[in-house]
């Protein structure tokens, strides 16, 4: 029998409150010396390219061989944090996986957002901090979910659980992929423990001004220099289904809000592309501003005029610009209100 992970939360739910852990001994997990591919989503961010490489670290400190790979180009902001610690970008993930291996997910558990061949693989292992997705297994697995803003705060946790030391470098990108993922503990998806593992975490990174680096992050993502139309909208896009009904959800995060609105023509131009080409019934994509904690998000047809005016009880002052406020959180903010106006209209 196959046991869904969107089924596992109510067996478990009496037994835990603030987190979705279910515990098998890491080691027990793997009986071989197969390699673990460790991956985190599709066009992956800050904390799926860290966290790929600490969780990689993590499971051969554990005695399980495991690899770092991405499922995408790296976004500036990733590139300038890897440079910093002196890593090497994870290999891209081959297209001809065998079908059986071993696949260790991080900072997602949804099929849209994973590998190709995702249901013919073997997953051994789930670290995330999302909602519980639709992939299914036919055989337990380590799965550790938390309510956090970030998996990196995760890890540190993992690390410190089993008492394993942490060196400079994984430290550094777990430190890094908090303050990106939180915004510097900005985001309304921060919570006490993010804040604790960056108390934490930071010391050992050897950062002694969190606050003048985390602006050189966001300076980095900022910078969009020789970035196409394309790769703009796709750098943090994700897929999410929605009544049967496919949508790409793409943010912009960037300390320049006016200059990504100058390319507003372009992008909205892409998005329709975007929409035939996946053939998807809408596309969103939000601009937000970092520092003001601002999102204007574009709206390329009548289509998503129409939700996005239902959704989130907003009036289109520009065409194509939804004003939406200080929801500045994909997860948190732009994702529920769309998924409850489906509910509503199902």
């Known amino acids: 029998m196959y046991t869904s992970v969107s089924r596992v939360l109510p067996s478990i739910s009496r037994r835990i409150t603030k987190s979705v852990q279910v515990f098998a001994s890491t080691k027990s997990v793997n009986h071989s010396d197969k390699e673990t591919l460790v991956v985190g989503h599709r066009n992956p961010d800050t904390d799926a390219i860290t966290a790929a490489i600490v969780y990689a670290d993590f499971l051969r400190r554990t005695n399980i061989n495991a690899k770092a790979y991405r499922l995408g180009d790296l976004n500036n902001e990733t590139k300038f944090i890897l440079k910093q610690a002196g890593i090497k970008e994870p290999d891209m993930l081959p297209d001809d996986v065998p079908a059986g291996s071993n696949v260790a997910l991080v900072d997602h558990n949804e099929s849209e957002q994973a590998m190709k061949n995702i249901h013919k693989m073997r997953i051994t292992h789930v670290i995330d901090h999302h909602k519980l997705g639709d992939l299914?297994?036919?055989?337990?697995?380590?799965?550790?979910?938390?309510?956090?803003?970030?998996?990196?705060?995760?890890?540190?946790?993992?690390?410190?659980?089993?008492?394993?030391?942490?060196?400079?470098?994984?430290?550094?990108?777990?430190?890094?992929?908090?303050?990106?993922?939180?915004?510097?503990?900005?985001?309304?998806?921060?919570?006490?423990?993010?804040?604790k593992a960056l108390e934490y975490i930071a010391p050992v990174a050897k950062i002694h001004n969190v606050k003048t680096y985390a602006n050189q992050m966001f300076e980095a993502k900022s910078d969009l220099t020789g970035f196409s139309t394309k790769q703009i909208l796709l750098l943090d896009y994700k897929l999410y289904k929605f009544n049967g009904e496919k949508w790409g959800i793409g943010t912009g995060e960037t300390c320049s809000m006016n200059k990504m609105l100058e390319r507003k023509d372009e992008l909205i131009k892409e998005m329709q592309e975007e929409k035939q080409r996946s053939k998807l019934t809408g596309v969103l994509f939000s601009i937000v501003d970092i520092i003001r904690e601002k999102n204007i998000t574009l709206v390329p047809s009548e289509t998503e005029d129409k939700v996005v005016r239902q959704a989130f009880n907003v009036d289109l002052k520009e065409p194509h610009l939804a004003d939406l406020g200080s929801r500045i959180s994909r997860k948190k903010q732009i994702i529920p209100p769309l998924e409850a106006y489906f509910r509503a209209k199902s």
């Open 136 to 195: 299914t297994t036919s055989e337990p697995v380590y799965l550790r979910f938390e309510p956090v803003g970030c998996t990196a705060t995760i890890l540190t946790k993992l690390y410190r659980e089993h008492n394993i030391d942490i060196d400079q470098k994984m430290a550094f990108l777990l430190t890094s992929a908090i303050l990106s993922d939180t915004l510097h503990l900005r985001s309304p998806t921060t919570t006490k423990e993010d804040q």
